[in-house]
């Protein structure tokens, strides 16, 4: 298994311009996630997802959106990039959803972007 | 919900053992204690999860006192490939998924 892939690795965006950072999970796993992580800080949550078609905010979405069309894709995209959005995004998904026993996140390899 | 408090930092040497404490004193009756691991430039890796009392795997383990308000991420022997970034998250649902600034650790010949 790949477990959890995103692309790009790095982007660099002007202001205004607009993107989609891919995550694709082959663990059939139903629950995936964004998070943004600023330099020196830890991982916020952007989005989650509990299943295809289900999708809801988590504690910093201002400035995104997601879509889940399939189990295994959970694209996030930015519209009218700023600054403040220059951080690593990574993606992750867990089998049981959190506060489950044996709940544990599978997180891809991030991908850097920044906004100038 | 449980706010985590854990050190910065934290500097050991090769072979010794580590011991990073993490408190989370509104820790709820439901709560699971998690540790993450993330080393620069990945994303952070699942350590060991436990409820109560002990808890261990092949690379760590986890005691959590009777109370629950504090736990201990042990971890025997280490090696300079354990110098990174460790979490502590007490996870009861998707608000709690924020991981803070975790722990540090530099780990030395």
């Known amino acids: 298994n790949a477990g959890v892939t995103q692309t790009p690795k790095f982007r660099i965006l002007k202001i205004g311009q607009s993107m989609t950072l891919q995550c694709t999970q082959d663990m059939n796993h139903n629950y995936m996630y964004w998070y943004r992580q600023d330099p020196g800080m830890g991982l916020k949550l952007i989005y989650y997802?509990?299943?295809?078609?289900?999708?809801d905010k988590g504690e910093v979405p201002n400035g995104y959106n997601v879509s889940r069309s399939t189990t295994e894709d959970f694209p996030l995209r930015l519209e009218l990039a700023a600054p403040s959005q220059t951080s690593v995004y990574f993606c992750?998904?867990?089998?049981?959803?959190?506060?489950?026993?044996?709940?544990?996140?599978?997180f891809g390899p991030g991908t850097r972007l920044t906004v100038t | 919900l449980a706010k985590t408090t854990q050190p910065i930092s934290m500097d050991s040497y090769e072979g010794q053992e580590v011991n990073i404490t993490c408190s989370h004193n509104?820790?709820?009756?439901?709560?699971?204690i998690t540790w993450y691991q993330q080393f620069p430039s990945q994303g952070p890796r699942f350590i060991i999860q436990g409820y109560k009392t002990k808890v261990t795997n092949e690379v760590a383990s986890l005691f959590i006192p009777a109370d629950r308000k504090s736990s201990t991420l042990s971890l025997p022997r280490v090696s300079l490939s354990d110098t990174a970034v460790y979490y502590c998250l007490v996870v009861s649902g998707y608000s709690t998924l924020t991981f803070g600034k975790g722990t540090m650790l530099l780990v030395s010949p």
């Open positions: 509104n820790i709820a009756t439901n709560d699971y």
């Open positions: 997802s509990v299943g295809a078609g289900i999708t």
């Open positions: 992750a998904s867990s089998l049981h959803p959190p506060g489950a026993h044996d709940y544990e996140q599978y």
